[in-house]
Nanobody, 126 residues
C-alpha cells in the first residue's frame, strides 16, 4: 500500500519561495513515476513536474520551468518541490502523485497516476 503525505504549503507574497515535501510510505523501486500536480478553483488538475524512478529524469511544465524544481531524497523517502519566484497564478491545491504502473515515459496526465496525497494549499498574494 502506497501512502503519500504532503507538507510545506502556506501563504507567501509574490516573488517568494516555498518548498513542498511528500513523505512516501513505499519502497522507491516500486514507484515508476512520481509527480506534483495542482488544482486551482474552477480549473482542471494539471501536472507541474514529474520524475522517473529509474533514473531521476525530470519534466517541468512550461508555466513553472526555471522557477520550480522537482527532486527526491531516497534516504528520507521524500519527493520535494522547490518553488521560487512564486506568482499569484501559482495559487492552488498541490498534490503529490505516484504510479506503480510501468511507463517508459512519465505521464503528465492525471490518469497516469494511481496513488495520490490529500493535497497542500499554496496561496500567493500579489
Amino acid at each position: 500500500q502506497v501512502q503519500l503525505v504532503e507538507s510545506g504549503g502556506g501563504s507567501v507574497q509574490a516573488g517568494g519561495s516555498l518548498r513542498l515535501s511528500c513523505a512516501i510510505s513505499a519502497y522507491a523501486y516500486s514507484l515508476y513515476c512520481m509527480g506534483w500536480f495542482r488544482q486551482a478553483p474552477g480549473k482542471e488538475r494539471e501536472a507541474v513536474a514529474t520524475i522517473r524512478g529509474a533514473d531521476d529524469v525530470t519534466w517541468h511544465a512550461d508555466a513553472v520551468k526555471g522557477r520550480f524544481t522537482i527532486s527526491r531524497d531516497n534516504a528520507k523517502n521524500t519527493l520535494d518541490l522547490q518553488m521560487n519566484s512564486l506568482k499569484s497564478e501559482d495559487t492552488a491545491l498541490y498534490y503529490c502523485a505516484a504510479t506503480t504502473t510501468y511507463y517508459t515515459m512519465c505521464s503528465a496526465q492525471r490518469g497516469g497516476y494511481n496513488h495520490w496525497g490529500q493535497g497542500t494549499q499554496v496561496t500567493v498574494s500579489s
